[in-house]
């Protein structure tokens, strides 16, 4: 049987909705064939068991759950996939055709139960698998998932990574923070993989889908997973984040899914040109960096012969107001500025510690 995560890479863009969780026959009948008809749905989901972090909140309606989404794939003709979180789970979405199940941010920091779910998925193909990031920006933990579901036999061809945001304790703007630098070292590590962005459980409302789905776009993403609720309103989970599939042409009009290499003549040159020319920059921006921290040595040296801290409280402070007053007419974030700043002070510190603590 072919697989649909080996379709992923060549029908980017790979759209999956369907409701947070299945709740009735009604709501999951009503959702999956109104997203069929639209006719931008490459596969349906839902959850039947849903691992939420508070008690006493709707945990899904379990086995039942699966007979909807059936009768929804037999009516419709679109595979559907349900979440997973142990061995019982798995077994019982194959028992009811699910053609994809996918590991949630709350189990793939758990490795047990990723290994148990790993062994029941152990010598089937013909099913996707989707691995969610874990709750916390820890790409180990998302990689050793990976490992064991390679481990246990599963094709890379079936195995797709999904960025659905990390839970941190300021989330600013979004419900879970994207970080796409962590994801794009994780394909960097791990290119064979198809990947999709969750911009619902990232963006936590539905105003700031577009956006995050954008981004994803930008970023060379495969494709995305996106929640839809016949009535999000009324939805017993994540009702602010889910569209209804009415919403969703819309949405997914208003993204751009730009190709990642141009076809214009000349396009070529240019691009070599301004990339040989950042390469040049972050050369000197290291060699120079290099050349700072060198400097600090010596300081650490003098600090050590006078017997003074490393930490000059004025000085560093006198520093970061400095560049918090520059960062604008840099034309670069204020946020961005300290943070370069922080990790250039960080490097200091450590050269200047080996110097000083250093016995010999
Ligand atoms: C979900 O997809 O419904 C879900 C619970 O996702 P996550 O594991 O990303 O929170
Ligand atoms: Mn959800």
């Known amino acids: 049987m ?8 060549s029908n980017r863009p790979f759209i999956i909705s369907g409701p947070c969780s299945a709740e009735s026959r009604e709501q999951t009948l009503a959702t999956c064939r109104a997203l069929a008809d639209t006719g931008r749905v490459n596969m349906l989901r839902a959850g039947a068991w849903k691992p939420r972090t508070m008690p006493d909140t709707f945990e899904g309606a379990g086995r039942i759950a699966l007979e909807w ?13 349900v979440e997973v979180a142990n061995g019982r789970h798995v077994e019982l979405a194959l028992q009811y055709g699910a053609r994809m199940v996918w590991i949630g941010a709350r189990t793939t920091i758990s490795p047990f139960a990723v290994q148990e779910v790993a062994d029941a998925l152990k010598g089937i193909d013909g099913v996707s698998l989707l691995i969610k990031n874990p709750l916390v920006p820890d790409i180990s933990l998302w990689e050793g998932a990976l490992q064991r579901f390679i481990s246990a036999g599963i094709p890379a061809r079936n195995i797709a990574l999904v960025h659905r945001g990390f839970a941190l304790f300021n989330h ?32 936590g409302r539905r105003e700031l889908l577009g956006e995050v789905s954008q981004r994803a776009a930008d970023l060379l993403f495969d494709g995305l997973m996106i929640e839809s609720h016949i ?6 989970s994540d009702s602010m984040q889910q569209i209804t599939p009415s919403d969703l042409p819309q949405l997914l009009d208003s993204v751009h899914w730009r190709s990642p290499t141009g076809n214009d003549a000349g396009f070529g040159d240019r691009m070599d040109k301004l990339r040989s020319e950042i390469d040049a920059i972050d050369e000197n921006v290291f060699s120079l960096l290099s050349r700072r921290m060198g400097i600090a040595d010596e300081i650490g040296g003098m600090k050590r012969e006078v017997g003074i801290t490393i930490l000059q409280q004025e000085r560093w402070s006198a520093i970061v107001e400095r560049f918090r007053r520059l960062s604008p007419s840099l034309g670069l974030s204020e946020e961005f500025v300290m943070r370069i700043l922080d990790a250039i002070h960080e490097e200091s510190i450590e050269h200047q510690n080996s110097v000083m603590n250093d016995n010999r």
Not at 70 to 79: I, K
Request: aromatic share 6%; hydrophobic share 35%.
């Open 2 to 9: 072919s697989s649909k995560v080996k379709d992923i890479k």
């Open 231 to 236: 009535c999000p309103d009324e939805a017993l």
């Open 172 to 203: 600013g703007r979004y419900r879970n923070s994207p970080m796409w630098h962590i994801v794009l070292e994780m394909r960097r590590r791990n290119p064979h993989f198809a990947l999709l962005c969750d911009p619902s459980h990232i963006a």
């Open 69 to 81: 989404l059936r009768e929804a794939r037999l009516e419709t003709g679109l595979d559907y996939g």
